[in-house]
T-cell receptor
Framework: ETGVTQTPRHLVMGMTNKKSLKCEQHLGHNAMYWYKQSAKKPLELMFVYSLEERVENNSVPSRFSPECPNSSHLFLHLHTLQPEDSALYLC?????????????FGSGTQLSVL | AQSVTQLGSHVSVSEGALVLLRCNYSSSVPPYLFWYVQYPNQGLQLLLKYTSAATLVKGINGFEAEFKKSETSFHLTKPSAHMSDAAEYFCAVSGDSGYSTLTFGKGTMLLVSP
């Protein structure tokens, strides 16, 4: 158990559905991240929230919408996704201000878009 | 900007044999380097990290990695493979921002045969 909890573990959705992924960290960290892990590709950083402000948005399509209501919770709202969005979505956390500080990852949400 | 290259998408060893997973990096600043492991249906777990304190870094589960600046390498080794080491291994380099924007390699799947 890494202290980062993601729900749900698995999600199947149609292209017209709206769903949300949830992440919660119990480590007292103040930075949270969304990564996308697709087969045969490196992990892709999607969003970074540092001190509850979005500090990075790596050209992610608008059908992905993050929300960070406080330093312990991070959401990824999904709408009108495409089949190529099927992937493992990983949440992570770390402590801001410590360059080189390690990331703590959740177990991920395996998303399938039909 | 940083990048990571992991040589070999799959490495197969026999139980008890030496494990060597290769990682080369490029970075415009002195790097922080990491090895993460991912077991099936789980998130990434930190094995070890290099932060310039020592070139030979020891991690969990008997793994270690050596930082070689002249070769821009950070290869992961373990003297004797165990069946439980079968997993995917990711090398990563940290950016120079205050939060941990890691750039990951594509990963190497380690297969261990009896």
């Amino acid at each position: 158990e890494t202290g980062v909890t993601q729900t749900p573990r698995h999600l199947v959705m149609g292209m017209t559905n709206k769903k949300s992924l949830k992440c919660e960290q119990h480590l007292g960290h103040n930075a949270m991240y969304w990564y996308k892990q697709s087969a045969k590709k490196p992990l892709e950083l999607m969003f970074v929230y540092s001190l509850e402000e979005r500090v990075e948005n790596n050209s992610v399509p608008s059908r992905f919408s993050p929300e960070c209501p406080n330093s312990s919770h991070l959401f990824l709202h999904l709408h009108t996704l495409q089949p190529e969005d099927s992937a493992l979505y990983l949440c992570a956390s770390s402590q801001v201000g410590l360059t080189g500080e390690k990331l703590f990852f959740g177990s991920g949400t395996q998303l399938s878009v039909l | 900007a940083q990048s990571v290259t992991q040589l070999g998408s799959h490495v197969s060893v026999s139980e008890g044999a030496l494990v060597l997973l290769r990682c080369n990096y490029s970075s415009s600043v002195p790097p922080y380097l990491f090895w993460y492991v991912q077991y099936p249906n789980q998130g990434l777990q930190l094995l070890l990290k290099y932060t310039s304190a020592a070139t030979l870094v020891k991690g969990i589960n008997g793994f270690e990695a050596e930082f070689k600046k002249s070769e821009t390498s950070f290869h992961l080794t373990k003297p004797s493979a165990h069946m439980s080491d079968a997993a995917e291994y990711f090398c990563a380099v940290s950016g120079d921002s205050g939060y941990s924007t890691l750039t990951f390699g594509k990963g190497t799947m380690l297969l261990v045969s009896p």
